[in-house]
């Protein structure tokens, strides 16, 4: 005995005579929302290995641990960056 299914598995005759939503449907496929540019510079995708305990850390803050990890990273990047920019004008002022 076959199984009774709402949702029958297609054929290659139903591929072929299937349409794209947006074809069949253009008026509400207007209405679907799309993501709009970036309000920030594009992060770039990267892998990185980081060790457990930074891992668990950021974990237990909730949702949004990596962008927290980005977060803590620009704020040491901006610290150094900043005692270099202060470190070369000294140096300037020093040979003027």
């Known amino acids: ?3 009774v299914s709402d949702n029958p598995e297609w054929t290659e ?3 072929a005579r299937a349409k794209p939503f947006s074809e069949v449907f253009p008026e509400l496929a ?3 929302a799309r993501r709009g540019p970036q309000k920030e ?3 770039i995708p990267v892998n990185i290995r980081l ?3 930074v891992v668990k ?3 237990s803050k909730g949702r949004g641990w990596q962008t927290k990890i980005d977060d803590a990273l620009n704020e040491i990047v901006t610290k150094k960056l900043t005692k270099k920019r202060k470190a070369a ?3 300037q002022r020093q040979a003027a």
Do not use: G, L
Request: aromatic share 14%.
């Open 13 to 15: 005759k139903d591929f």
């Open 89 to 91: 004008k000294k140096t």
């Open 1 to 3: 005995m076959k199984a």
């Open 51 to 53: 060790s457990p305990a």
């Open 41 to 43: 510079p594009t992060k």
């Open 30 to 32: 207007k209405t679907i």
């Open 57 to 59: 850390y950021f974990k």
